[in-house]
């Protein structure tokens, strides 16, 4: 059987994002958006084959687009299917309940005084079976899809136990074999000390290190490995021994680091080559540093300071320190309930001072990188998978002017078209 093509044509704006996918964009090349004026795109089975002018393309590909199911992109622009590389998808239960109570006023220590907090959404994750973790999981999915997002970061970390982690990961596994939108799965054990380990936080590293990383990689369930490394949760220097623990079993390191206060976690994640430090709220400037010197991505999450009405991370100084900035939703019950990453691309600009240009580089060729897969995805190129978006404004600049807007018309997953006019087909 033949593989179909699809012809999505006259673009007002192609935005390709070409030319990073060996190294992210850094810097003033954040910027450089390679855009394609009145821009098509010629895609056959799952791939691209040709981006450029429609009257070049007409022109080269005249055969192929005769045969072709055409997309008309008149009076819209063209990205690559957004990346969201930091999420925990897969949960179970609600904690709007705490949110109440931080607006009038509770402090965190208040609320996981109550049964609240982290603690919370592991008693209803572990509680939960694979069918309702899968349940309210999959509809989380299909609401990212609605927005754009073709491919996302799923992490571990709410079972706590190698039974309940080991049960996050295959419901997140099944999702991706079972979704159109591509997950990629993170250990994250380390997420939380469990209660009962409270006063013997070491004995729960051990149990990460020899029970829990081991498994997960024997079962091949993730390809990353990711720990808390903040005061009161895993320290630098037990963080470290769980990220060379996981490297020594093939799981990359990713770190969440320096959330609340300075603690050293962008200097670690230099030190040990993670693909990623994410939050970074209050990283320092040596530590930034080091990131960019060692090409660590800095996945910043504007959406969970704002929700927990905190300063954002200094996203502007990242990047002009030279490190490879992305864009997360962060999406979790506890600090930033939100399947939004247009959203955050809005705070990207209103609370972290990046232009129109770098949010979309943060959230596509960039965020890409963040979890290994630049190679496929996150921009528009010859060879890559064909994911894309259609979306309802004139030029990209619009996206980020008219906020809080999901602009999304149309969905195309590698090759097919997968939600038109706000719907899922």
Same mark, same amino acid.
Do not use: W
């Given at each position: 059987?033949?593989?179909?093509?699809?012809?999505?044509?006259?673009?007002?704006?192609?935005?390709?994002? &070409?030319?990073?996918?060996?190294?992210?964009?850094?810097?003033?090349?954040? *910027?450089?958006?390679?855009?394609?004026?009145?821009?098509?795109?010629?895609?056959?089975?799952?791939?691209?084959?040709?981006?450029?002018?429609?009257?070049?393309?007409? *022109?080269?590909? &005249?055969?192929?687009?005769?045969?072709? !199911?055409?997309?008309?992109?008149?009076? !819209?622009?063209?990205?690559?299917?957004?990346?969201?590389?930091?999420?925990?998808?897969?949960?179970?239960?609600?904690?709007?309940?705490?949110?109440?109570?931080?607006?009038?006023?509770?402090?965190?220590?208040?609320?996981?005084?109550?049964?609240?907090?982290?603690? &919370?959404?592991?008693?209803?994750?572990?509680?939960?079976?694979?069918?309702?973790?899968?349940?309210?999981?999959? !509809?989380?999915?299909?609401?990212?899809?609605?927005?754009?997002?073709?491919?996302?970061?799923?992490?571990?970390?709410?079972?706590?136990?190698?039974?309940?982690?080991?049960?996050?990961?295959?419901?997140?596994?099944?999702?991706?074999?079972?979704?159109?939108?591509?997950?990629?799965?993170?250990?994250?054990?380390?997420?939380?000390?469990?209660?009962?380990?409270?006063?013997?936080?070491?004995?729960?590293?051990?149990?990460?290190?020899?029970?829990?990383?081991? #498994?997960?990689?024997?079962?091949?369930?993730?390809?990353?490995?990711?720990?808390?490394?903040?005061?009161?949760?895993?320290?630098?220097?037990?963080?470290?021994?769980?990220?060379?623990?996981?490297?020594?079993?093939?799981?990359?390191? #990713?770190?969440?680091?320096?959330?609340?206060?300075?603690?050293?976690?962008?200097?670690? &994640?230099?030190?040990?080559?993670?693909?990623?430090?994410?939050?970074?709220?209050?990283?320092?400037?040596?530590?930034?540093?080091?990131?960019?010197?060692?090409?660590?991505?800095?996945?910043?999450?504007?959406?969970?300071?704002?929700?927990?009405?905190?300063?954002?991370?200094?996203?502007? #100084?990242?990047?002009?320190?030279?490190?490879?900035?992305?864009?997360?939703?962060?999406?979790?019950?506890?600090?930033?309930?939100?399947?939004?990453?247009?959203?955050?691309? *809005?705070?990207?600009?209103?609370?972290?001072?990046?232009?129109?240009?770098?949010?979309?580089?943060?959230?596509?060729?960039?965020?890409?990188?963040?979890?290994?897969?630049?190679?496929?995805?996150?921009?528009?190129?010859?060879?890559?998978?064909?994911?894309?978006?259609?979306?309802?404004?004139?030029?990209?600049?619009?996206?980020?002017?008219?906020?809080?807007?999901?602009?999304?018309?149309?969905?195309?997953?590698?090759?097919?078209?997968?939600?038109?006019?706000?719907?899922?087909?």
């Amino acid at each position: 059987m033949s593989q179909t093509y699809l012809y999505i044509q006259n673009a007002n704006e192609v935005i390709t994002v &070409a030319g990073y996918s060996e190294k992210p964009a850094t810097k003033e090349r954040m *910027n450089e958006l390679s855009i394609i004026k009145k821009g098509s795109v010629l895609v056959k089975g799952d791939r691209i084959i040709a981006v450029g002018p429609d009257k070049d393309l007409q *022109n080269q590909f &005249a055969s192929e687009i005769s045969e072709a !199911k055409t997309i008309q992109a008149a009076g !819209k622009i063209v990205t690559p299917g957004f990346v969201d590389p930091h999420t925990h998808l897969v949960f179970a239960g609600s904690r709007e309940n705490e949110f109440n109570m931080r607006l009038q006023g509770k402090t965190y220590m208040d609320i996981m005084n109550a049964g609240g907090g982290i603690h &919370a959404t592991t008693r209803a994750t572990q509680e939960a079976d694979e069918n309702q973790l899968f349940s309210e999981s999959v !509809k989380r999915l299909n609401r990212f899809l609605l927005q754009g997002v073709t491919t996302i970061e799923a992490k571990s970390g709410y079972g706590l136990t190698l039974e309940h982690e080991i049960k996050q990961l295959e419901v997140a596994k099944q999702l991706d074999e079972e979704h159109v939108v591509d997950i990629v799965s993170t250990f994250m054990g380390a997420h939380a000390v469990p209660v009962e380990f409270k006063e013997n936080p070491d004995a729960f590293v051990d149990i990460v290190i020899n029970e829990m990383i081991p #498994k997960v990689a024997e079962l091949g369930l993730a390809e990353f490995n990711d720990v808390f490394c903040e005061h009161g949760v895993f320290t630098p220097e037990q963080s470290k021994k769980i990220l060379e623990a996981g490297l020594k079993h093939g799981l990359l390191p #990713k770190i969440h680091a320096d959330e609340i206060e300075p603690y050293e976690g962008a200097e670690l &994640a230099a030190e040990v080559g993670a693909i990623s430090a994410d939050h970074l709220l209050k990283a320092s400037e040596k530590g930034m540093e080091q990131m960019a010197d060692q090409g660590v991505i800095g996945v910043l999450l504007p959406g969970t300071a704002f929700f927990l009405m905190a300063e954002s991370a200094n996203g502007r #100084k990242m990047i002009d320190t030279g490190v490879p900035v992305a864009l997360s939703t962060d999406c979790n019950p506890g600090s930033s309930p939100t399947v939004s990453l247009p959203l955050i691309m *809005n705070l990207g600009c209103l609370k972290m001072g990046m232009t129109p240009a770098e949010v979309l580089t943060a959230t596509t060729i960039n965020a890409a990188h963040a979890i290994n897969r630049a190679e496929e995805i996150g921009s528009i190129e010859v060879g890559k998978k064909a994911d894309l978006v259609l979306l309802d404004v004139p030029n990209y600049m619009q996206m980020q002017y008219l906020y809080g807007v999901n602009h999304t018309s149309k969905v195309i997953k590698a090759g097919k078209l997968v939600v038109e006019n706000g719907r899922l087909i």
